[in-house]
Nanobody, 114 residues
Framework: QVQLQESGPGLVKPSQTLSLTCTVS??????????FSWIRQAPGKGLEYIGH???????YVSPSLASRTSISRDTSKNQFTLHLTSVTPEDTAVYFC??????WGQGTQVTVSS
């Protein structure tokens, strides 16, 4: 059974880069057909799809965040990482890593504040 666990800083200062890592256990991130997404939910708002990385390392990022976002992976650690540059308080949210939109991590709170 796949399990996903987010990790990263809970507090980031404006203009800094946010890096969040998702550690996947129970199956390989290179398994054909799988893609691993980042989704966030800001306070009082709905879910926002950030982007994903597929089993072949192909990536997609939402156009609204593309200028500030990249997603990478480390197959040796079975992890994938979100990098979000130039953060602002509007990036404050709970960030989730998700597999094929069906298996979710528990989420991690990120607050952007000076």
């Amino acid at each position: 059974q796949v399990q996903l666990q987010e990790s990263g800083p809970g507090l980031v200062k404006p203009s800094q880069t946010l890096s969040l890592t998702c550690t996947v256990s129970g199956e390989s991130i290179t398994t054909a057909g799988y893609y691993f997404s980042w989704i966030r939910q800001a306070p009082g708002k709905g879910l926002e799809y950030i982007g994903h990385i597929g089993w072949s390392a192909n990536t997609y990022v939402s156009p609204s965040l593309a200028s500030r976002t990249s997603i990478s992976r480390d197959t040796s650690k079975n992890q994938f990482t979100l990098h979000l540059t130039s953060v602002t308080p509007e990036d404050t949210a709970v960030y989730f890593c998700v597999r094929n939109l069906g298996w979710w991590g528990q989420g991690t709170q990120v607050t952007v504040s000076s």
